[in-house]
């Protein structure tokens, strides 16, 4: 492997999920849907085509968004230069 690649894999994985959208499992269903009134907010909430989705949202980490900070001010550098 490259030097890069090296330290890259020394720094850490780099991959982040910091939102997870679900259709909820209980109201989706035909019983739910009758019997009960959803009350939705910003982590329950019935999308456009009415499926009810729940929804968490974290922020990133500070390990992940220095990372990014990095590769921005690199891609600026590169763009400068082409």
């Known amino acids: ?3 890069s ?3 890259l894999r020394k720094r850490g994985l780099f991959l982040c999920s910091n939102k997870l959208e679900l259709e909820h499992p209980h109201y989706n269903t035909q ?3 009758k019997e009960e009134h959803i ?3 910003e982590f329950l909430f019935e999308d456009d085509t009415g499926v009810v989705k729940i929804k968490a949202e974290t922020p990133l980490p500070g ?3 220095s990372f990014l900070e990095r590769e921005h001010t690199r891609a600026t550098k590169f763009k400068e230069v082409s």
């Open 1 to 3: 492997a490259d030097d």
């Open 31 to 33: 019983y739910s849907r």
């Open 5 to 7: 690649a090296m330290r």
């Open 39 to 41: 009350c939705c907010d």
């Open 63 to 65: 390990k992940f968004e």
